[in-house]
């Protein structure tokens, strides 16, 4: 933490308002410390300070992620979506070792102008919102082009790239991609396990797949230059989109079925399907998502696991961390959202509850972690630098527009 953290002058989220006049105050979950510091066994001091030199000299990128503050009580977190306001976690991403972070917002929660999720007006009020506090600062800046990332590495600042976990606000008017691409969005998902016009989510009883309108809409997130995500989505439809895409694919955040059985995780065919197109798979340490059967209560070594198959799947150069982390209750926000996000997706073989994941608990801690593990199980600098971001990077020089 910096000193400018430390005696509290640095700028925190809506420092340009007036809070409790301007807009309504939480208390809000701590960017530090708020669970006990992750102990990785048997690193010694020459493999962390490796790990620290790799991480200061490589492009980090998270491709999925929550950089914001939630409130402290999960069950406030209703009302605190509704204001509109969420707050960007300037002190815990200046800690991070992030160069990039790929940020979903919470529009599954957020509720603005109604009581159910993936509302346009709540999409564009998201979007404007947090743009216009982070245009108050000068340490995080949004990413929207290749030279943006570049930027932010050269000039030791956090990127932030907005995107949507699915395209349902669009409805059945594919301009709104343009519209959206236009606001500052680079990537975006298909569905949230629900179906929607484009295509079926993976919690729907039968899967329909890519819908015509589906098929439409991915070619024009490829002529757009929109990163597609296909996390959330069946798997026939996960398979339907890297057929139908001129780009690569990301699977942002989630893990191999293979490795622990349930529709939230991926199949080796979507898998295989993703790596095909040139795309990169993200592996989720989400609460009770990405465990196994070698670690069934939730730690960074369960998602290691994920990482280990995968890896060896597809090739280590289409695999990278899409950690799904954020500061506060994780577990918390499942209970509290179970009824939106539709959780009986992660239902499965029985495992033991965890209050946290250890060693991947918040985007603060997980890349110094998973860079300490990866040089403890004796991977080369390049194959680290690959999967901490260089990976993502090759993808997006083919998505993205010049």
Not at 264 to 270: H, Y
Not at 298 to 308: A, R
Not at 310 to 328: K, N, R
């Amino acid at each position: 933490m910096s000193a400018a953290e430390a005696d509290g002058s640095a700028y925190t989220a809506y420092g340009y308002l007036t809070p409790g006049e301007d807009y309504k105050t939480f208390d809000l979950a701590p960017e530090f410390a708020r669970v006990p510091p992750y102990v990785a066994e048997q690193i010694t001091p020459e493999e962390s300070a490796r790990a620290e030199a790799l991480l200061d000299s490589s492009l980090v990128i998270s491709l999925h992620d929550h950089p914001v503050r939630f409130p402290a009580d999960m069950a406030d977190t209703p009302e605190y979506n509704r204001t509109g306001r969420q707050h960007t976690a300037y002190a815990g991403l200046a800690a991070s070792k992030m160069n990039v972070v790929f940020d979903n917002m919470m529009d599954g929660t957020a509720c603005v102008t109604g009581n159910a999720p993936w509302r346009w007006t709540d999409i564009i009020t998201d979007l404007g919102m947090r743009q216009a506090d982070l245009a108050h600062q000068d340490d995080v800046i949004v990413v929207r082009t290749l030279g943006d990332i570049d930027q932010a590495y050269e000039h030791g600042k956090v990127g932030v790239v907005f995107g949507l976990e699915a395209a349902t606000p669009i409805e059945n008017e594919i301009d709104r991609l343009d519209v959206l691409f236009g606001l500052g969005l680079r990537q975006i998902g298909i569905a949230y396990s629900d179906a929607n016009a484009l295509g079926s989510g993976l919690s729907e009883p039968s899967d329909g797949g890519l819908t015509a309108f589906g098929h439409r809409a991915v070619t024009r997130m490829n002529k757009l230059g929109l990163a597609i995500d296909v996390s959330h989505s069946s798997d026939r439809t996960g398979l339907d989109v890297c057929a139908q895409s001129s780009k690569p694919v990301f699977m942002t955040h989630a893990g191999a079925r293979a490795v622990w059985d349930t529709s939230r995780m991926k199949p080796d065919d979507v898998l295989r399907a993703i790596a095909e197109t040139g795309g990169v798979i993200g592996m989720s340490a989400a609460p009770h998502t990405t465990l196994s059967q070698a670690h069934p209560h939730h730690t960074i070594e369960s998602v290691m696991d994920h990482f280990l198959y995968c890896a060896d799947l597809v090739g280590i150069e289409h695999v990278a961390f899409g950690p799904d982390t954020l500061y506060g209750d994780h577990v918390g926000l499942h209970r509290v959202f179970s009824h939106l996000l539709n959780m009986s997706s992660i239902s499965g073989p029985s495992f033991p509850r965890v209050d946290y994941v250890d060693g991947l608990e918040n985007p603060t801690e997980n890349f110094p972690n998973i860079c300490e593990w990866l040089v403890h199980r004796g991977f080369g600098d390049e194959e680290i630098r690959a999967v901490l971001g260089g990976n993502i990077l090759r993808a997006l020089k083919e998505i993205w527009p010049r």
